[in-house]
């Protein structure tokens, strides 16, 4: 199968052999190419100016043909210049003395994207004259240590993409860290910031973890519910508000609007996160503070659930604690009613009961004391 | 972690450790359901039925509406049909004594796309008014044997819906198999024909083979270009037509117009294809008829070829062989002369050279003799 190479010159074949006995080195190397290449696909060269509405205006209406200006422009330079290459060689070091913080302070994202919006006009609408929902997941940038780890994330991803194309979504996947401070459950952070602020004309943001699935393929959201909140998240009421639960409410998956209320809440949120101490000392508070939450280290639903509770009103006034049907649900629960649910939905039962199980999810941290299915 | 889950009553709490005991099985059965239920999503009852036109009529504007619709069809009855019932046990059975066959024969696709495309207008064009192009790729239904498999197949799903976002494309990965007479690398003409007849609004597909991926994200299809052709390969000419190589084509990446035309070339495809004696058979007959075809088993590729050189006259004069710029390139090759690549993309020399290297594969199926960048 390989006879096509007699035709190569000697000299050729020699530097062919060679290759060949390096070629696991050079695969390395070219996969790293194309990670890093991927990686800046997704980072826009604006986002330390992102106060200056001027450059802004510069942007064409053509996403794609603004994409291509860019690397034009780092074409033409000879080597790419500084600032392009620190971000392949180090980010800036944060100093633990002061809050983490995800970047530049943007105080006027709403203004910027009603400039976007306007200068790039039916961009923000799918073809069906719906606002944008981006669905956004990801996972580990190496491979999972469980052996069939990655199968079932390769199957998780056939099913957000057969799902997002039913429905008109887009649909990024993630596979980079963007700081080395948010890791683990803390890695979506400052990709959903990046994203919002790459992404003008995306109203929504779908996060969902890498570990939960659609099982209803034809379940379609509610938007015309969530007029006027920024926030969607499957929650309880008693839970949350009364009992102060830890898992009161539930950030596996959620729908967060791409505002300044959300960069806002981001900014607030990602100080409990950065590894190491901080996120430590934030953990023994946030035990301190929550009903029945274990001690460890502090991860992104707790401190949700604190700033829900204990910090500025206005995240529990723009932010809608769905719990009339399973925007996720804890798996163990789903597949012991499995059969019920079955019935349920053959006769169609589960519409009178608002529960069309639409998400199902595998993450331990779900566990919920109660719900609807056990009243 | 786990604290939730005091407050179920005591029966509860003994079925759930009697659940706990056997979990990993309900664990399968649940993923078998939910695989079952995205394979059913693909399928489209219908196609027993295609060559009436009649039903079509009555297929709504909205695919999303038609998909409900069905949904509802088998809710209403109590139990799943025979027919839908018996797509889950057993296919029919081929009697290897007659051609092999993908299906019931279909002999006016033409006319029943353009019924189809009058009756859902616009659906058919893509936002910027340009033909739909759906690309398609695709692995094994179950884990990889490599234990990095799985890991490159999800970076490179990736690698393929980043392009697809960024170009407008619809992006569809198939992780059945649709007959257990088409497997390895003839799996991918059931497919193809499965989704021109349950997709008349899209006109291309682009099938991409598992092991390859996108190494430049900005490149685009120059469609324009094959006007008037109904697939789109990479291959050489002389190669092909003069020398009858069995590498004179690859198949590992291509664009096939959804048209009767397409239709007919699957149909004189699969009869090489079918695994056992059939393929044996066919497999030395083409390395009889094929220049520097080592003995194996009937590939995809070698059929083609066979077709191109032998067969209809039609199948050549409506194929445009790609080779101004890689389509795909093998990826020995690639990686040779990355750096020399590199440095011509930095210069901008490549766009007079027309060698955008669209494209990076990795099977040795793929070994050229020459290409234009060893002349």
């Given amino acids: ?71 034009d422009e780092v074409n033409i330079s000879e080597k790419p210049d500084p600032v392009t290459a620190s971000k392949f060689v180090e980010e800036e070091k944060w100093d633990p003395s002061t809050p983490y913080t995800l970047g530049p302070k943007i105080s006027n994202w709403d203004q910027q ?6 200068l790039n006009p039916g961009k923000n609408k799918t073809r069906n004259g719906k606002p944008k929902i981006l669905l956004v997941s990801g996972s580990q940038p190496g491979p999972c240590a469980n052996p069939m780890g990655d199968f079932y994330h390769l199957k998780f991803v056939k099913n957000r993409l057969d799902y997002a194309r039913l429905h008109g979504l ?70 949350l508000f009364e009992q102060h639960r830890w898992i009161g409410l539930n950030t596996g998956i959620f729908l967060i609007r791409n505002c300044q209320w959300s960069l806002d809440l981001l900014d607030a949120w990602a100080p409990f996160g950065p590894e190491g101490e901080t996120r430590v000392n934030a953990g023994k508070m946030l035990t301190a503070k929550l009903v029945e939450r274990p001690t ?7 401190a949700l659930v604190y700033l829900m509770l204990f910090d500025d009103p206005k995240w529990k006034l723009k932010t809608h604690i769905e719990w009339e049907f399973y925007l ?12 019920e649910l079955s019935i349920l939905q053959t006769t169609k039962c589960w519409k009178s009961m608002a529960m069309p199980t639409g998400l199902w999810h595998h993450s331990r941290r779900n566990a919920f004391a109660r719900t609807p299915l056990t009243h």
Avoid at 32 to 46: F, G, K
């Fill in 170 to 239: 887009e649909f990024f996947y993630n596979m980079a860290t963007f700081s080395k401070e948010m890791t683990s459950f803390w890695a979506k952070l400052p990709l959903l910031r990046k994203l919002m602020v790459s992404h003008p004309e995306v109203e929504w943001i779908w996060w969902m973890d890498s570990d939960a699935i659609f099982t209803d393929m034809a379940f379609e959201m509610p938007m015309e519910k969530y007029e006027g909140k920024n926030l969607v998240v499957h929650g309880f009421h008693n839970l």
């Fill in 296 to 302: 460890f280290e502090a991860d992104d639903q707790s």
């Fill in 1 to 71: 199968m390989m006879k096509g190479l007699s035709v190569m010159t000697p000299t050729t074949r020699k530097m062919m052999q060679v290759l060949n006995s390096c070629k696991a080195t050079l695969f390395c190397v070219l996969v790293t190419i194309l990670v890093l290449r991927s990686t800046a696909m997704v980072s826009d060269h604006h986002i330390g100016d992102i106060e200056g509405t001027t450059e802004w205006a510069h942007v064409g209406q053509n996403r794609h043909g603004r994409k291509l200006a860019q690397a």
């Fill in 113 to 118: 994207r009603v400039i976007w919006n306007n």
């Fill in 328 to 339: 996720h649900g804890y798996w163990k629960y789903l597949v012991y009613r499995w059969s």
